[in-house]
């Protein structure tokens, strides 16, 4: 707690008192972000760091895996369904990113065996079969196992896309060419962030995209 007092003192003095205009401004105005991130909680993924956006700016969700559930999954409290909701709806966003990453834990949980119950992530777990699924279908049998999590984590961001098309209010807008959808792999190795292109159904690098 101590680190986290001393940070907060320096933002005070640093960050804040340097933009202390824009902050005001934003807490009179409001917040308009032209974007919703839904990224994975994972601590070695900072959404406003990897992209060096401004508060303001992004409108972001974060849950283990970078999950979204498909429309109408149950009746039970859904943060990201109702963030997605919100952000759609009421904040009007234009674009959508669902970033997810190298190492997730979430994703190789998929391929672990224990016998541990922990049904709340169980049941969210579930979300990442389809694209557990696909990578093992679509890989040779020989392949390594950190190949095969990379491929599966790659596969759950267009997973997580389609799932993001189940929304009434998300399809609707995207059909008529008012929200787009982005899916990025960030890379926390080497900093990297590969964006999917539907045309070529392949991963590029973002530093590419015209």
Known sequence: MENFQ?????????????????????????QQPKALFIGCADSRVVPNL????????????????????PY????????TASGIEYAVKVLKVTE?????????????????????????????????????????????KNIDKESLLRVTEKLSIISQLD?????????????QDKLFL????????????DYFDPDDNIFKPLSDLE
């Open 6 to 30: 001393t940070g907060h003192d320096e933002f005070k003095h640093s960050y804040f008192k340097k933009h202390e205009k824009e902050l005001i401004e934003l807490a009179k105005k409001g």
């Open 50 to 69: 990897v992209t060096q956006s401004k508060p303001g700016e992004l409108f972001v969700l974060r849950n283990i895996g970078n999950f979204v559930p």
């Open 72 to 79: 109408g999954l149950n009746e039970c409290y859904n943060a």
């Open 96 to 140: 959508i990113i669902i970033c997810g990453h190298s190492h997730c834990g979430a994703i190789a949980h998929l391929y672990s065996h224990s016998d541990e119950k922990n049904p709340h992530i169980d049941k969210w777990l579930a979300l990442g079969k389809s694209a557990k699924s696909m990578a093992i279908i679509s890989q040779p």
């Open 163 to 175: 799932n993001l098309l189940s929304y009434p209010c998300v399809r609707d807008l995207v059909e």
């Open 182 to 193: 982005h899916g990025w792999y960030y890379d926390i190795e080497n900093g990297d962030i």
